[in-house]
């Protein structure tokens, strides 16, 4: 039990005589507690805080092993952190720690182990070469099948969590695929597609509407994708004499 104990020693003879006493105090005290809490599982480069959760009152000193972490800051409240630490390499990786009490009592050497997974890794592959604005691009990337997958500017593709998708170009700019893993781990890669205006409209200067299959439509030829809002014909009177809404066929 915790309290003050006095230890005496006699030496004597074998008849009792020439006896001689000491003595010496001896305090016991409660061996300290220390508990500690750090994220099971964490990414590579993550900053991770490690902290005590609770402790004995009185605890003079900590003594910590990071292992092959990283230290990047420290709140140092006699040693008993709070951490801020980082891992760069993947794996099962320890932190470990104990305090000491009155120069001598330590507590039981407390161990957390903590699993460091890999960022994914995501590559762009896209499907064309030149591109117009306002053209479907198939834009792809490896698959994982636990990881998911989000494009952006996302006004630009239909998300639907895939690594392979078509994505209508609207300008020129950056493609982003981030990819997560089921950790919450989250790689990024982004390809710079160059889409042009392509405005250059022509028309044939002749057509012959007789049904044998060779030129028997009059419509606007254009580079790339563009949206025929209306199209109309005239005489050379300037006599309305036809209009379209359609794209494919006038």
């Not at 902290?51 to 990047?72: H, K, R």
């Not at 507590?107 to 306002?134: F, H, R, Y």
């Not at 209508?168 to 790689?187: M, Q």
Request: proline share 6%.
């Amino acid at each position: 039990s915790t309290r003050s104990y006095s230890v005496k020693l006699t030496v004597a003879g074998n008849d009792g005589s020439c006896a001689s006493t000491d003595s010496i105090m001896i305090h016991v005290i409660v061996a300290p507690v220390i508990a500690m809490y750090v994220k099971p599982e964490v990414c590579v480069g993550d900053t991770v805080l490690v902290a005590l959760t609770s402790v004995t009152p009185g605890i003079g000193n900590y003594t910590w092993d990071f292992g092959d972490a990283t230290v990047i800051a420290a709140t140092d409240k006699e040693n008993g952190g709070p951490f801020k630490v980082t891992w760069s390499a993947t794996g099962i990786h320890y932190i470990q720690t104990y305090g000491t009490i009155s120069g001598e009592c330590r507590s039981k050497n407390i161990i957390d182990t903590i699993d460091v997974s890999p960022l994914p890794d995501p590559k762009i592959t896209v499907g064309t070469g030149d591109v117009c604005d306002g053209d479907s691009v198939f834009f792809s990337a490896d698959y994982v099948p636990e990881d998911s997958y989000e494009w952006a500017p996302a006004h630009y593709f239909q998300n639907a969590n895939r690594p392979g998708i078509y994505g209508r170009v609207l300008a020129a700019g950056y493609i982003i695929l981030t990819e997560t893993s089921p950790f919450g781990c989250k790689g990024k890669d982004s390809v710079y597609v160059n889409a042009q205006p392509c405005c250059s409209i022509a028309f044939p200067n002749a057509f012959t509407p007789n049904g044998d299959g060779n030129n028997d439509v009059f419509r606007p030829i254009t580079n790339g994708h563009h949206l025929l809002h209306e199209f109309r014909i005239y005489n050379r009177w300037g006599q309305h004499i036809f209009t379209s809404y359609n794209d494919d066929r006038t």
